[in-house]
């Protein structure tokens, strides 16, 4: 690291990778006044900067919400307007038994609908399916394969093996096409793409390629109603770093007590993406981090939590890995034995019309894959990750990255395009908006833990981003204040 070796600082390797990811300059490394820094140190220094910015976590008192006389709330005058496309949802459905041909089931109905959204494009060359390749060389073709292995050759191009439903092939990505060479290494085994180039005996030289996406460009529609959306994720209930404070500011604030009650009174709806509760045995003596060790009584601080809010605010809550469901994607609701109070319960992911606004709700666990699979994607952006979906029309494409239930028919494809995609996980806020879609990570209410710390990950708790259907605005609120 710059800057420490001239001072006669020394630094081991573990440390020095975790303050470059956690952003620590120098200057803060040599304010420690050590001549050799370890993992340890920087650990330390981390949790300290962490804790400044956080509040005590020490248990808040039980909470009275109490509106001031005056607070007159418009979302209250509305009746709820709430539509789930119950077919996108996997709920009441599983079938998926891990048997081969459930499986090939799986993949055959994947490759099938994202092949139709990639027939959408006008070809400049012929189609060919993979079997035809014989036929087609020395001819410009125009195939929709899926990546099954992907390597390096010895001249640095990229060579990936591929497949449709009639055969296998190779494609070869070459630096002549720069572009497209570039791009290709944003692909990962899994990806379904239309590939442009010449065919040859042995492989498909890639001109160019696309994937599925989203149109270039959609209207989006504002609503008629001028009702708030406010969306969560991760709250964590029955973990030691879940912030009440945060929580119960967020709620105080929904009550019409903490600055700007004309926007509290709008919020109509509330979406949940998932881990609710921190579970139980979710990873090694996670019991050491609980204030909580009963899965029970973690839900019903979550009952508590929906019981304290206004009334007339409908709340839709998905699950997500920390949650009393199965750890394979996609999940299924939360059991109703678990969640007691009065709730819309949706698998993960879900497709849900909020008003006008068509919303794709899910956890965001593929993130961890694809960050670890992609070059350029971070936890730090994991609005950058949805996008990435979004291009793909997939919410996990690399099978087995991380736990998919091979159903019949695959839920993880975003065969409608959503006007918001609504994600947790990451414990960290995210926005962008990309062809129309509002894509939206919304953080968390649990501070850093020391897995985070150790990957030099710092989170984002007490921010709810909550969007305004009529004017389509959309604003953070912090309740780390
Ligand atoms: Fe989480
Ligand atoms: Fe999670």
Not at 12 to 18: D, M, P, Q, V, W
Not at 166 to 190: W, Y
Not at 299 to 310: G, K, M, Q, R, T
Not at 425 to 446: A, E, M, P
């Amino acid at each position: 690291m710059k800057g420490l070796a001239e001072k006669g600082v020394r630094i081991s390797l573990e440390a020095e990778k975790i303050a470059e990811s956690a952003s620590i300059p120098a200057e803060e490394l040599l304010s420690l006044g050590k001549t050799f820094i370890t993992e340890d140190d920087i650990l330390i220094l981390i949790r300290k900067k962490a804790d400044l910015r956080e509040a005590p976590l020490a248990e808040a008192p039980p909470a009275q919400f109490i509106p001031p006389s005056d607070f007159r709330p418009s979302a209250r005058e509305f009746g709820p307007s709430l539509r789930f496309h119950e077919k996108l949802d996997v709920t009441g459905k599983s079938r998926g038994s891990g048997k081969v041909e459930d499986f090939v089931a799986y993949f055959r109905d994947r490759f099938e609908r994202i092949s139709r959204l990639l027939s959408a494009y006008a070809s400049k060359y012929p189609e060919a399916s993979l079997d035809d390749m014989k036929r087609a060389e020395g001819q410009k073709v125009r195939s929709i394969v899926m990546i099954t292995d992907i390597r390096q050759t010895k001249n640095n191009n990229i060579l990936m093996d591929v497949e449709d439903l009639k055969g296998k092939f190779k494609i070869l990505f070459t630096r002549r096409e720069e572009e497209a060479f570039s791009r290709a290494r944003m692909l990962t085994r899994d990806d379904i793409i239309a590939v442009y180039g010449k065919a040859t005996n042995a492989f498909i030289i890639v001109e160019d390629f696309e994937l599925p996406d989203l149109p270039v460009s959609r209207d989006r529609k504002l609503c008629e109603k001028d009702l708030a959306i406010a969306y969560l994720s991760d709250i964590h209930f029955g973990s030691n770093k879940f912030v009440k404070p945060y929580l119960d500011g967020f709620v105080d604030w929904l009550h019409g007590n903490r600055g700007n009650p004309e926007l509290a009174g709008k919020v109509k709806y509330i979406s949940i993406a998932g881990d609710l509760v921190d579970g139980i045995g979710i990873y090694p003596n996670q019991e050491r981090e609980l204030t909580e060790k009963d899965i029970y009584r973690q839900y019903a601080l979550f009952d508590d939590f929906i019981n304290s809010l206004p009334d007339y605010i409908e709340i839709i809550v998905g699950p997500g890995n920390h949650d009393a469901v199965r750890r394979g994607e996609p999940m299924p609701a939360i059991p109703k034995d678990m969640i007691k109070s009065d709730v819309h319960l949706i698998g993960s992911p879900a497709f849900a019309t909020i008003e006008c606004s068509d919303h794709l709700i899910y956890h965001g666990t593929s993130t961890d894959s694809m960050v670890a699979s992609m070059p350029k994607l971070s936890y730090d952006k994991p609005e950058q990750v949805m996008v990435e979906c979004l291009k793909r029309r997939h919410l996990s494409t690399i099978f087995g990255g991380n736990a998919i239930v091979p159903e019949r028919m695959d839920y993880m494809l975003i065969e409608k395009e959503p006007d918001v995609l609504h994600f947790g996980h990451v414990h960290k806020n995210g926005y962008t908006k990309y062809r129309g879609t509002l894509v939206i990570n919304s953080g968390t209410f649990q501070s850093t833990t020391d897995f985070q710390l150790k990957q030099g990950h710092i989170p984002t708790p007490g921010r709810v981003p909550v969007l305004e259907l009529m004017s389509d605005t959309l604003r953070t609120l912090d309740f780390s204040r």
